[in-house]
T-cell receptor
């Protein structure tokens, strides 16, 4: 069975500062990796995904994540955050041959002016 | 293309009543997943369905919970005799056949048991 650990439950940063949200996973088989974002009282939106190929994946709003197989990590980064990035971020893993997503506990990113 | 639809968005039930949560997947999606998010926790998988079939219900509580995805109409998550511990946000996701796992989520139903 797979598991996901998000190492920080809360990350407060100032606007325009860089941020890294950490995610480690555990699995004995090949996996796909995802980051989802959840704004207050809304559903989850897919931010980016790693399925295969290049280990660095990017979203349209400036986030990026790098799949590191040796460290079993998929950390999310953004070089300069905006107030509007304030939200909860969930890392998720899915076995390549499976169906369910396994989520981490979430990281609340709060961007302060 | 409308996204995943869930209704109601908010549902209040008294202890012992039944709760019915509905999910309409995106057009062309034949796979439906239900997840539960308890307060201050991440999402936990409950059940995976395809049309008229339950594929994986290993995350469903053994009693009081059931799910279906009929040939016509939305998927239904049914909770009988609700208890306070059932209060949570219930999210539905859908995916088209043959994709490696990208799931699209609905806005959720927030169930409150009083």
């Amino acid at each position: 069975a797979q598991s996901v650990t998000q190492l920080d439950s809360q990350v407060p940063v100032f606007e325009e500062a860089p941020v890294e949200l950490r995610c480690n996973y555990s699995s004995s088989v090949s996996v796909y990796l995802f980051w989802y974002v959840q704004y207050p009282n809304q559903g989850l939106q897919l931010l980016l995904k790693y399925l295969s190929g290049s280990t660095l994946v990017e979203s349209i709003n400036g986030f990026e994540a790098e799949f590191n197989k040796s460290q079993t990590s998929f950390h999310l980064r953004k070089p300069s955050v905006h107030i509007s990035d304030t939200a909860e971020y969930f890392c998720a893993v899915k076995e390549a041959s499976g169906s369910r997503l396994t989520f981490g506990e979430g990281t609340q990113l709060t961007v302060n002016p | 293309n409308a996204g995943v639809m869930q209704n109601p968005r908010h549902l209040v039930r008294r202890r012992g009543q039944e709760a019915r949560l509905r999910c309409s997947p995106m057009k062309g999606h034949s796979h439906v997943y239900w997840y539960r998010q308890l307060p201050e926790e991440g999402l936990k998988f409950m059940v995976y369905l395809q049309k008229e079939n339950i594929i994986d219900e290993s995350g469903m509580p053994k009693e009081r919970f059931s799910a279906e995805f009929p040939k016509e109409g939305p998927s239904i998550l049914r909770i009988q005799q609700v208890v306070r511990g059932d209060s949570a946000a219930y999210f539905c996701a859908s995916s088209p056949p043959g994709t490696p796992g990208e799931q699209y989520f609905g806005p959720g139903t927030r169930l409150t048991v009083t």
